[in-house]
């Protein structure tokens, strides 16, 4: 089985079908849930206090929920509208959506979140979707943006697939 970011960007490969298929997917769901408290864990949070937090490829707001559910506030963006379309429907999602391509950067204003989660998304930047892509560039973009948009001490845990070593290294 070819990996998604492989088949065709996110924005497409996303559509309508796939996103209800992966949104309804009760085996997918769960991963998702299971990585996202682990990712808000590990960014080691003041106890007692509701952070607002950055979603990252946030899709059909699935870890957003996680997040509202370990007391915090949270932001979320994704490349695919009709992830974003079920985020938007879903009844117990309670933050704010934009579409938003990582890979040219998060236009966000600095300082603006206490932390940041990613779950299966930054794999897609590690792919080049179109000739004029480079997906080094778009990484540095990424990161770049990530950091400026996150408070002097926020911290981010970022969970992908990568396909070979490089990739992380």
Not at 11 to 19: G, I, M, P, S, T
Request: proline share 4%; aromatic share 8%.
């Amino acid at each position: 089985m070819s990996r998604p970011e492989h088949t065709a960007p996110a924005e497409r490969f996303y559509n309508k079908r796939e996103a209800h298929k992966y949104t309804e997917s009760g085996r997918l769901v769960q991963i998702q849930r299971s990585m996202a408290k682990r990712a808000v864990e590990l960014l080691n949070l003041p106890k007692g206090k509701s952070c607002l937090l950055l979603d990252i490829g946030c899709g059909s707001a699935i870890s957003s929920e996680q997040i509202s559910r370990e007391g915090h506030v949270w932001f979320g963006c994704d490349i695919s509208r009709a992830m974003l379309e079920l985020a938007k429907n879903r009844s117990s999602s309670k933050g704010d959506l934009a579409e938003v391509d990582m890979g040219v950067g998060i236009p966000c204003r600095s300082g603006s979140f206490d932390g940041a989660i990613s779950i299966s998304a930054v794999q897609w930047l590690c792919v080049k979707q179109t000739p004029t892509q480079n997906p080094t560039r778009r990484l540095n973009k990424f990161f770049k943006s990530l950091r400026r948009c996150l408070v002097f001490d926020g911290r981010a845990a970022l969970q992908l697939y990568p396909e070979v070593v490089f990739d992380i290294g």
